[in-house]
């Protein structure tokens, strides 16, 4: 396989979203995986080693990423940022964009991947949504960045990531996170402390009024994925990707998918 999911612009008025499993990821944990030798963007054909070159088709012609690290910062990847490129990535856990045929891309292997999306609006964006960027407020700050944008009616889909009987942490983190997003609340399979990041996603989402679409699946059990806890420092990363198709464009559905 190549995507756990893949979402037709066609379907949507004009959106694409896609996650891809470990045949269709980046290789390694490492930002520079999507970085050109030339510049801060990596296009769809740069480098065939990559999963990236497995998405040929989906209906974008540049695929934009950043450095994340766990924060709430949001990127608007605009004509200008297109145009001038970068120097490095920028440091951010999110992107938004109303640019057509743009792949707006955040890798994972463990926190939740999320794509969102006003196709009436013309209003794209992903986010690199963990224990802590869920903490600091990344879904919300990613709302509110596309509100700006001119988005309305908002509508999300999350990708796979660890699931609350697999998500072990120690009991005083676990309490202290509870204290603050109660829907954290789990317990592992084997009866130790744990956190449900999908229900803190959901409850936030739904407090900002997003309708949302949950992608089955569990990184830690799924040997078709990328996981950080299970795979340790060899773990890849899954991409999740989001796109405005371009007018006229065809829509996704690549040979190999």
């Known amino acids: 396989m190549v995507f756990r999911a893949l979402i037709d612009p066609a379907a949507t008025g004009g959106v694409g979203v896609a996650f ?3 045949d269709g990821a980046l290789p390694t944990a490492s930002a520079s995986d999507l970085v050109r030798e030339s510049s801060g963007w990596l296009r769809v054909d740069a480098r065939a080693d990559l999963g990236v070159a497995r998405w040929r088709g989906l209906g974008f012609h540049e695929v934009v ?4 690290v766990h924060g709430d910062a949001v990127v ?4 200008r940022l297109i145009a001038d490129g970068v120097s490095e990535l920028p440091r951010a856990d999110a992107l938004v964009s109303r640019l057509p045929g ?3 891309v955040i890798r994972t292997a463990d926190c939740l991947p999320v794509a969102l999306a006003d196709p009436h609006a013309g209003v794209v964006g992903v986010a690199h949504a963990g224990r802590r960027g869920l903490d600091v407020g990344v879904l919300a700050r990613t709302v509110s960045v596309m509100r700006g944008l001119g988005a309305r009616r908002l509508r999300a889909w999350i990708g796979p990531g660890i699931c609350a009987q697999c998500y072990e942490v120690d009991a005083p983190l676990a309490d202290e996170f509870v204290a603050r997003h109660p829907l954290a609340r789990a317990t592992t399979r084997w009866g130790t402390p744990a956190l449900d990041l ?3 996603a959901l409850g936030q989402l739904a407090d900002a009024g997003v309708e949302v679409e949950v992608i089955p699946g569990c990184t830690r059990e799924d040997a078709d ?3 950080h806890r299970r795979d340790g420092a060899a773990a890849g990363r899954q991409a999740a990707i989001a796109w405005l198709m371009v007018p006229g464009g065809a829509s996704a559905g690549p040979a190999d998918s």
Do not use: A, H, K, M
Not at 76 to 79: A, F, G, H, L
């Open 198 to 200: 999908l229900g803190v």
């Open 102 to 104: 743009v792949g707006l």
């Open 225 to 227: 994925l990328f996981s």
């Open 76 to 79: 608007v990847v605009d004509e």
């Open 65 to 68: 990423g950043v450095d994340q």
């Open 20 to 22: 891809t499993d470990r």
